[in-house]
């Protein structure tokens, strides 16, 4: 009893000291009367987990969101952004982790001090209510668009289409295309890292007219990152910014990935967040762009769509590919060099939580159903092969 009053009269003494019997001095107080401290941070996480557990409906986020709010707010903040040189998500996240290491400092410090349990308590309380911002902060400026209907669901999309065969043949169409291509597309030179073709900004727009969207997108300034480590080490090419609508790429891509790349993270900004869609409507685009961009998409879709082939049919594809398309493709192996197996495998482990989290079920696995799209919108029109004539 002696030694519990002797620790109440320290605790009294300090908060004379301080001027009044605060709730930092007894944690449990916090929670019993909660301060306009702890009601603030309590704010965003409840109206998180409303958001999280209660989404709203497909339909509601097209009319209001896709359609109403995001291209709005998308224009403003990628023009704020295209002024800065540097990378605002670069500068934000060093910000976050800084303050939450601090704050985690100071919260330790004070478990030292108080020999109490609830500086942690409540570091961890601020931690979560600083993730919850984030949280808020990512559907409000650009998440809510992986909650809009799906392109199958707004398009002429036929399943029936979709088979085996008729991967073959978008593959046997690629490497034809990828060959014809190839000679245009190096004479008229690839863009460099930081530029904005206007020829892929004019059919970007051409496209979203044409799936509804009511205003153009103002296309972000390509920019490279502090993250361009990791992006080398994980595989990563590229990556829409979503806290101020930026676009980020891998340093290191060779030319003829740059404008495919280019337009599917541009398709992002458009509000397409699944990565099936945003290649779709990248790969539309980049078509319409010129000997450069159009060579580009090929060169991805030879190795899009012979993925998705069994080991023999797949080799008998590529034997067709030209000596041009195959260096091109031997520079990106050489490039992809550079990944770490492990940073590889965990980015995209996260990567694929994250996809599930926001309802992409198939997680990483969506990244193929491209070619899905593709062959059940027929907006390529491979052409089907001849029939044979019956021998005499």
Known sequence: MRRLSTVARAELRRAEVDGSISSSSFGWQAFVKPSIQTLVQLTPIAIAAVVAFFP??????????????????????????????????DLTLAVVVLAVIAGWIYSLRRLRRERSLWPIARGAFATLAAAAVVYLWFLAAWGLNYARPPLETVMAYD????????????AEHAVREANRT???????????????????????HQVERELGRPRSTSVAQPKTSWLSPFFRASGVSGMLAPFYMETLLNPDLTGPERPSVLAHE?????GYAPESDASFVGYL??????????????????????????????????????AGPRRDQQAIRERLKALVQPVERAAWSTYDQLLKSQGVEEGVRSYSRVIQLLIGTDVLKVPSPKPQAPRQ
């Open 266 to 270: 541009w398709a992002h900004l458009s």
């Open 182 to 204: 190839h000679t245009a597309a190096h004479a008229a030179g690839f863009p460099g890292i930081h530029d904005r073709p206007p020829a892929l900004i004019d059919a970007l």
């Open 56 to 89: 709203p409906s497909p339909a509601t986020v097209e009319r209001f969101y896709a359609r109403g709010v995001y291209p709005a707010l998308q224009a403003q903040l990628t023009s704020l952004s295209n002024r800065a040189a540097l990378s605002l998500f």
């Open 159 to 170: 399943a029936s289409r979709v088979t085996p065969f008729a991967v073959r043949l978008l």
């Open 285 to 322: 685009a980049a078509l319409r762009a010129g000997p450069a961009a159009e060579y580009s998409v090929w060169l991805d879709l030879v190795s899009e769509a012979a993925n998705q082939l069994q080991p023999v049919t797949q080799r008998l594809v590529l034997e067709k590919l030209d």
